[in-house]
Antibody
Framework: EVQLVESGGGLVQPGGSLRLSCAAS????????MHWVRQATGKGLEWVSA???????YYPGSVKGRFTISRENAKNSLYLQMNSLRAGDTAVYYC????????????WGQGTLVTVSS | DIQMTQSPSSLSSSVGDRVTITCRAS??????LSWYQQKPGKAPKLLIY???TLQSGVPSRFSGSGSGTEFTLTISSLQPEDFATYYC?????FGPGTKVDIK
């Protein structure tokens, strides 16, 4: 059974940093692209970052230069290092799996809440 | 950037109704369109990808169609467990969502 379990969320002050983790199981982690998608309370879905099987990262303009996605295939783990956090980054962060080269997400984790507030 | 719109933004329907949700792209995206269902407090669930391919395990009452700039998600006979918010997605861009609730 495919499982994605996020951790690392919490309360952080504006300008602070946080590192999210996603533990994957039930599939060959190294063979899939992995993504982070976030959702502010009562709002829609926003793609945050992606990393391909070769470790190539992708970001939207809203987080580029502040967020860094990485993966550790030996540990079946995905990470998101978030720096210079702003109130607008407050959201539930989901990790999601995508078949290599595909832009649809076939499995999602349960999400971890990040709150940026003083 | 390609913009995605959905209509309606919300709808009220009864169990057994046929429901259609429309997603439009600001320019042609061929068939690179996916649909997700999200229930409150839960992660999104993939329903359809490549505009019309049903994800494994998804009931056959869900179907997708369209290409180019206009796509539809149809629920042939709405069931109690289908009351949720539905999102379309092109590339890494999601539509704003359509909330389906009980009439």
């Amino acid at each position: 059974e495919v499982q994605l379990v996020e951790s690392g969320g919490g309360l952080v002050q504006p300008g602070g940093s946080l590192r999210l983790s996603c533990a994957a199981s039930g599939f060959t982690f190294s063979s899939y692209d992995m993504h982070w998608v976030r959702q502010a309370t009562g709002k829609g879905l926003e793609w945050v970052s992606a990393i391909g099987t070769a470790g190539d990262p992708y970001y939207p303009g809203s987080v580029k230069g502040r967020f860094t996605i990485s993966r550790e295939n030996a540990k079946n783990s995905l990470y998101l290092q978030m720096n210079s956090l702003r109130a607008g980054d407050t959201a539930v962060y989901y990790c999601a799996r995508a078949p290599e080269g595909a832009t649809y997400f076939d499995y999602w984790g349960q999400g971890t809440l990040v709150t940026v507030s003083s | 950037d390609i913009q995605m719109t959905q209509s309606p933004s919300s709808l009220s329907s009864s169990v057994g109704d046929r429901v259609t949700i429309t997603c439009r792209a600001s320019e042609s995206i061929s068939s690179y369109l996916s649909w997700y269902q999200q229930k409150p407090g839960k992660a999104p669930k993939l329903l359809i990808y490549a505009a019309s391919t049903l994800q494994s395990g998804v009931p056959s009452r869900f179907s997708g169609s369209g290409s180019g700039t206009e796509f539809t998600l149809t629920i042939s006979s709405l069931q109690p467990e289908d009351f949720a918010t539905y999102y379309c997605q092109q590339g890494f861009t999601f539509g704003p969502g359509t909330k389906v609730d009980i009439k």
